[in-house]
């Protein structure tokens, strides 16, 4: 299939870039994809949960009354997940693991459904180079606005330093090389501006 290329100006570029069907023209799998996403967003979650079992709760050595006679249920001490103010049976820590699997291959069809799905939607958009001749934000913000886009994702063939440096101050612009886009990135912005080097490598990946 073929891609039509923009350049930097956001004009049409002199000619298309050619992709694979493999990697760029598959059917979409939300169920997939949401597997994907939310096994990502799991495995960067730290534990920041602590509570506290019936042997880290302070107080309760002594027993609240006696075994009998009282006509009350027998208890030894204050501090039962059964009671106000108890330990907890299963209490939360901060070292919880909260990590899931995704092996290569979920991976991979993910990254394709994903890339197929914003071609489909016009979000991808393909430029034959897109760089800054200095870390300014300024520049980068003219760049964005000639091509008429904000929230948006950039995808270098390599990493880019005055790209990286003159987007780090805008909330809705990220920068990244092909190694580090991963499918949470690619769905949390609007528009996913990528160079053809960068859809050329991602097509030696995924096809």
Same mark, same amino acid.
């Given at each position: 299939?073929?891609v039509?290329?923009m350049n =930097?100006?956001g004009? @049409?570029?002199?000619?298309d &870039? =050619?992709v694979?069907?493999?990697?760029?023209?598959v059917?979409?799998?939300?169920?997939? %994809?949401?597997q994907v %996403?939310v $096994?990502?967003?799991?495995n960067?979650r730290?534990? #920041?949960?602590?509570q506290?079992?019936?042997?880290a !709760?302070?107080g *309760?050595?002594?027993?609240p009354?006696?075994q009998k006679? #009282?006509g009350?249920?027998?208890?030894?001490t204050?501090r039962?997940?059964?009671?106000?103010g *108890?330990?907890?049976?299963?209490p939360?820590?901060?070292d919880e693991?909260?990590?899931q @699997? !995704?092996?290569?291959?979920m991976?991979r069809?993910a990254?394709r459904?994903?890339?197929?799905?914003? +071609?489909?939607q016009?979000? +991808? &958009?393909? %430029?034959?180079?897109?760089?800054?001749? $200095?870390?300014?934000?300024?520049i980068l913000?003219e760049?964005?606005?000639k091509?008429?886009m $904000?929230?948006v994702?950039?995808v270098t063939?390599? $990493?880019?330093?005055?790209l990286?440096?003159?987007?780090?101050n805008l909330?809705? &612009?990220?920068?990244?090389?092909?190694?580090?886009v991963?499918?949470i990135s690619?769905?949390r912005?609007?528009k &996913?501006?990528?160079t053809?080097?960068? +859809?050329?490598?991602? =097509?030696?990946?995924?096809a």
């Open positions: 299939m073929k039509s290329v =930097e100006a004009g @049409k570029a002199a000619a &870039v =050619e694979s069907d493999v990697a760029f023209g059917r979409f799998n939300e169920s997939l %994809v949401h %996403v $096994a990502g967003q799991a960067v730290s534990g #920041t949960r602590a506290k079992n019936r042997a !709760v302070r *309760g050595g002594r027993k009354w006696r006679g #009282t009350q249920a027998r208890a030894g204050i039962s997940p059964l009671w106000r *108890g330990g907890k049976v299963f939360a820590s901060p693991n909260f990590t @699997k !995704v092996n290569k291959k991976h069809a990254m459904s994903i890339l197929s799905e914003l +071609l489909r016009e979000r +991808l &958009v393909a %430029v034959d180079a897109f760089m800054v001749d $200095a870390p300014k934000t300024r913000i760049k964005l606005n091509l008429g $904000a929230d994702l950039i063939d390599s $990493a880019d330093d005055n990286r440096l003159s987007a780090r909330h809705k &612009v990220d920068v990244r090389a092909v190694q580090g991963d499918p690619l769905i912005h609007e &996913v501006i990528m053809v080097s960068a +859809l050329k490598r991602f =097509e030696e990946m995924l």
